[in-house]
């Protein structure tokens, strides 16, 4: 199957889209905002279960 508006001769700039080893090394999570997210999470789902449990 051809694309029809396809142009092979478009140059690709490889820099753009590289990820060094070295910046994924060098990368600080934060965990606390992360723990934060998923406490967060189960928090709504719990406090929206209960609410669906007592209207039954």
Avoid: K, Q
Avoid at 21 to 49: C, M, P, Q, V
Wanted: hydrophobic share 30%; glycine share 2%; aromatic share 16%.
């Amino acid at each position: 199957m051809e694309t029809p508006n396809h142009n092979p001769h478009i140059p690709f700039d490889e820099d753009l889209y590289t990820i060094e080893w070295s910046d994924i090394e060098n990368a600080e999570i934060d965990y606390e905002n992360y723990l934060n997210d998923i406490e967060n999470f189960f928090r709504e789902d719990f406090e929206e279960g209960i609410l669906e449990e007592d209207t039954f």
